[in-house]
């Protein structure tokens, strides 16, 4: 058998422990070399569950095991540092999205992948899931014809954890749950977001006990893409009823659908646990083919020298759109994507 890729997975958290787990077992290209996690008890208990060696920092992991990538699964204000260092070790290189804060920091991990010829791959499971993936396809064949509507939207079921709460910490619900529309959007209609209106509102945030300021739990964006195309994206965070992702693209000869689709006009109602129809409860679950995939293709794209999937330009993308979305809200008006590429 081919030597396995290893991997060290910094951040044994939610995410973290989706990528462990594929890393140790359901992905076998892929080896788990051993668990990062700043928190002993935290990564003590991954240790444990999957038989791998635990360090407290990357750095201490990096000179005290054989590794050939590093998935870094930390909270979003740690990707960079982590990234460079990752890098500067000569170490591939997954990053969760959002890639990072700042488009400043988006650069930094960028030509730190360059110089040391790593591959850096941005965690966007939606361009690995085989709906999603298919959905591209038809559009490229043109069968909708070209887009002028793409609407997707992200509901989580509980609050996310507190570091994602705080927006200087996390750039907010926008950027934690609704990255992974910004990416979506972008890739399905095949053209940049030029231009971004934000309203967010807070309607569970006092009664669930958080304390961050400017916590919102709902958003809607309009957007306007570089192609002509509009759109919009909204998210809500906790939605209780289960985690729903979904995409319609409206074409000038038809509509896709993703995500949910319907052949009979139903009227259904969720609730907490009620629903009439089968809801998924969670992200690993909702996109679990999606992970496995999206790591194999990480290892495979190591293993290669090929360009990833989702590089840092789709990465950095994102970010922009993020920032231009928080910058919107807090201002009270549109803004251009491009305003924040002179901000940075
Ligand atoms: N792709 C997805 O669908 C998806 C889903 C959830 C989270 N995420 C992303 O994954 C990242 C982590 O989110 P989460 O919800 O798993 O967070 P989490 O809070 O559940 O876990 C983060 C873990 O990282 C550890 N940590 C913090 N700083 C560290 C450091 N410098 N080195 C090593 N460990 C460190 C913490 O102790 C914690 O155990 C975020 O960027 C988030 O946006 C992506």
């Known amino acids: 058998m081919n030597k396995r890729f290893r991997i060290a997975v910094v951040g044994a958290g939610r995410a973290g422990m989706v ?20 928190d002993q008890e935290v990564g003590g208990r991954a240790g444990a569950e999957l038989g791998v060696p635990v360090f407290r920092d990357l750095s201490q992991a990096l000179s005290a095991t054989a590794l050939d990538g590093v998935v870094i699964a930390a909270p979003t204000f740690a990707h960079a540092e982590l990234a460079v260092l990752a890098a500067a070790a000569g170490k ?6 959002p890639m990072a804060l700042s488009l400043k920091e988006c650069d930094a991990m960028a030509a730190a992948a360059q ?6 791959q941005v965690g966007f499971v939606r361009r690995f899931q085989a709906e999603f993936v298919e959905a591209k396809k038809r559009l490229e064949a043109g ?3 070209t887009p002028m509507v793409v609407k997707s939207l992200t509901r989580g079921p509980g609050l996310p954890p507190s570091w994602a709460q705080d927006l200087r910490r996390s750039n907010g619900m926008l950027a934690e749950v609704n990255s992974h529309d910004f990416d979506c959007v972008r890739w399905l209609a095949g053209a940049d977001i030029e231009r971004v209106y934000t309203e967010t509102a807070n309607f569970k945030g006092q009664e669930r006990g958080v304390a961050a300021p ?5 958003a809607v964006v309009s957007l306007r893409f570089a192609s002509g195309t509009i759109g919009t994206i909204d998210g809500a965070c906790p939605a209780d009823y289960g985690y729903d992702a979904r ?3 409206l074409g000038t000869e038809g509509l896709l659908v993703v995500g949910e689709v319907r052949s009979v006009p139903v009227l259904e109602v969720r609730s907490r646990g009620t629903g009439e129809l089968p809801t998924y ?3 690993p679950e909702r996109f679990e083919p999606g992970y496995r995939a999206e790591l194999a293709g990480f290892v495979r794209a190591a293993m290669d020298g090929s360009a990833p999937a989702v590089g840092a330009a789709d990465g950095r993308a994102a970010v922009a759109a993020v920032l231009a979305a ?7 008006r549109p803004v251009l994507v491009a305003e924040e590429l002179v901000v940075a």
């Open 92 to 97: 591939h290189i997954f990053c969760e999205k």
């Open 326 to 332: 928080n910058r919107s809200w807090l201002e009270g």
């Open 19 to 38: 990528h462990a787990r594929n890393a140790a077992g359901a992905v076998h290209s892929a080896e788990l070399a051993c668990i990062v996690d700043a």
């Open 247 to 249: 995409v319609e693209v």
């Open 214 to 218: 400017d916590f919102y739990d709902n």
């Open 281 to 283: 409860a969670s992200w």
């Open 115 to 120: 110089t040391a010829g790593v591959v850096l």
């Open 143 to 145: 069968e909708i014809g």
